[in-house]
Antibody, heavy 120, light 106 residues
């Protein structure tokens, strides 16, 4: 199970921290992703972190503003979002992959998502 | 970046119809393609990986085919629970998704 939290309504330039709690599998064995979906749009990959948390990548549009991290002692993965923009408005999904490195890109289990709205 | 283009954007079907959704990659992705099903308010669900490998528990009326740049998702006989949006994803180089195909009731 993957349960996201932390979404909400913020103004442009503000920050939010999303969190995802994992259960039901050996969390520390798998890389984790965040994927988002803007209203009426397709899915967009945002970031990935390796199983050990030592490697991560972010899509160019969020580099320098968003940071993915994980805590294997608490089975959580977070997305720190700073300097939010209107175009960051989306449902953010926490997603499990099928292996341990940041090169693992098959997304085999998804959370329900949390809505982030950036509006003035 | 590899672009993924799905067609059609919307498809109207009746229960029992055979449905085909296409997905085209802007460059060769071999068979590194997945298909997901998404229902309103629900998490996306992985249906098919490696272009044609059905995930455990997915009904056999779903099938995938293709390689290189052209791929197809087929539902052999649409059931009421299949009305949803279907998205393809390439995972050959980074990750990109198609824009989705909504299968709606005629």
């Amino acid at each position: 199970q993957l349960v996201e939290s932390g979404g909400g309504v913020v103004q442009p330039g503000e920050s939010l921290r999303l969190s995802c709690a994992a259960s039901g599998f050996t969390y520390s064995n798998y890389a984790m992703h965040w994927v988002r979906q803007a209203p009426g749009k397709g899915l967009e990959w945002v970031a990935v972190v390796s199983s050990g948390g030592d490697s991560s990548y972010h899509v160019d549009s969020v580099k320098g503003r968003f940071t993915i991290s994980r805590d294997n002692s608490r089975n959580t993965v977070d997305l720190q979002m700073n300097s939010l923009r209107v175009e960051d408005t989306a449902i953010y999904y926490c997603v499990k992959t099928d292996c341990d490195s940041t090169g693992c890109r098959l997304m085999d289990f998804w959370g329900q998502g949390t809505l982030v709205t950036v509006s003035s | 970046d590899i672009q993924m283009t799905q067609s059609p954007s919307t498809l109207s079907a009746s229960v029992g119809d055979r449905v085909t959704i296409s997905c085209r990659a802007s460059q060769n992705i071999d068979t590194w393609l997945a298909w997901y099903q998404q229902k309103p308010g629900r998490a996306p669900k992985l249906l098919i990986q490696k272009a044609s490998i059905l995930e455990s528990g997915v009904p056999s009326r779903f099938s995938g085919s293709g390689s290189g740049t052209e791929f197809t998702l087929t539902i052999s006989s649409v059931q009421p629970e299949d009305f949803a949006t279907y998205s393809c994803q390439q995972y050959h180089v980074h990750v990109t998704f198609g824009q989705g195909t909504k299968v709606e009731m005629k």
